[in-house]
């Protein structure tokens, strides 16, 4: 069965305008991760051969595209090189640059971008903001508190209970949460990011959240500034070992599609989150074109109801593609990957023809010993080759690059091995066939990717 997603009640629509037949298409991807890597690797899959570019990519990336040395969060050099050689997208992967106002820069030089502007990226870059903006427009979350005040955040602990979390306002390369079990941990965060400064700027104003119960997922939306199509759910694995223990990490593993949210749910996440933040959006002068990533809480049934009542809540929202749920999700969608990402870019998402694929898909990550800690680079990686050679195995780079000849690390997480396969089991066992046949000192990753959806069963 292949799903197609469409906007209004037509079922598939058919693509017009000058999108028909896609020409060859000069793209600039913006970033060095797993999930550019993802993002150039679904554009060479276009039966349209695109000029790829990397800003600065990585040794994955190398096979299918040109790097660049330009960093991704040099806005003046990526817009620099945008006007010599006047790409017709750009796509932007990371949030740093994105929040830099990258987008802002490349519209005002007539410069197509898929990504939101400045103050679109927001919803990522102030979590103060996003709670405003959920609470604007009726989205249900947990109910928060800001703060610059650690003796007001303290004296608010109370009426929250425990758990209670604790976050950084602004960007902390997904270290500025605490999740508090005791009152303790709390004083102790709070005091760290309001007092010590420990995340600088983004830590002056915090929040105090409430818990919420439950089972997580990613839902990453396809935005245009008015219309929106949400790709299929996906599952991350945030703390750094087996069994969802250790320090939260930027992802060790993902899968989709992730039986917590249901094909059921999906009209009623687009209506009653997606939709209603890109209206209030709007309403505020802001076109958010791009993804905007929901980070989802479902309560099960008999679990602990959050404040609003709703069994599905928004634990955060992200402005890009996640990493790594986009190793998992890109490989499942079928179609132009150029015109849908030029579609959302020129608010012509109704135009696009947005199909999921039959396969499902898991991806494990690599990492170097010590990750999310301190951790050694320029590690030689053998065995790339093999894996690549398992049927139905994908492997992104996320921290690699070149050196003597040699593949090395260069990054906390390394690799981003996926699997594609007809059922979960298949996708999962197939990642790690790959996985299994690389490595490098100190290597380590999770043994259970995907264990909350075969332990549902
Ligand atoms: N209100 C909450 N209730 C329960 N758990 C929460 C809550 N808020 C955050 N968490 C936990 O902390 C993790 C990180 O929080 P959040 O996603 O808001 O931060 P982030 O640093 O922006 O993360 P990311 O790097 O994914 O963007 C969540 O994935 C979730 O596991
Ligand atoms: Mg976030």
Known sequence: MRL????????????????????HMKILVVGSGGREHAITWRLAQDETKHELYCAPGNAGTAALATNLAIG??????????????????????????LCKGLVDVLSDMGVKAFGPCAAGARMEGSKRFAKEVMNAAGVPTGKAQTFTDADAAKAALPAYGLPVVIKADGLAAGKGVVVAETTAQAEAAIEDMLVASKFGAAGAEVLV??????EECSILALVDGENAVLLPGSQDHKRAFDGDKG?????????????????????????????????????????????????????????????SG?????????????????????????????????S???????????????????????????????????????????????PGAIV?????????????????????VTGLGPDLRTAVDTAYAAAGKISFDGAFRRSDIAHRAFDRR
Request: charged share 20%; proline share 7%.
């Open 4 to 23: 197609s997603y469409h906007i209004s009640g037509a079922h598939v629509l058919q693509p017009h305008g000058d999108y028909g037949i896609m020409a």
């Open 72 to 97: 991704a969060e040099d806005v003046a050099g990526i817009a620099a090189w945008a006007g010599e050689n006047r790409p017709d997208l750009v796509v932007v992967g990371p949030e740093a640059p």
């Open 209 to 214: 959240e409430e818990f919420l119960d439950g």
């Open 247 to 307: 320090p939260n990490t930027g992802g060790m593993g993902a899968y989709s599609p992730a039986p917590v949210v249901t094909p059921a749910m999906m009209p009623g996440i687009k209506e009653k989150i997606i939709l209603p933040v890109v209206r209030e959006l709007k309403k505020r002068g802001i076109e958010y074109r791009g993804v905007l990533y929901a980070g989802l809480m479902v309560t099960p049934p008999g679990g602990k109801t959050a404040l």
């Open 310 to 342: 709703s069994s599905i809540n928004v634990v955060e929202f992200n402005a890009r593609f996640g990493d790594p749920e986009t190793e998992v999700v890109l490989p499942r969608l079928a179609g132009n990957f150029a015109k849908i990402l030029m």
């Open 344 to 390: 959302c870019a020129e608010g012509r998402l109704e135009e696009a023809d947005v199909v999921v694929k039959d396969e499902m898909a898991a991806t494990v990550i690599v990492a170097s010993g010590g990750y999310p800690g301190s951790y050694a680079k320029g590690k030689t990686i053998t065995g790339l080759a093999d894996a690549a050679g398992v």
């Open 396 to 416: 992104f780079h996320c921290g690699t690059k070149a050196q003597d000849g040699q593949i090395v690390t260069a990054g906390g997480r390394v690799l981003s």
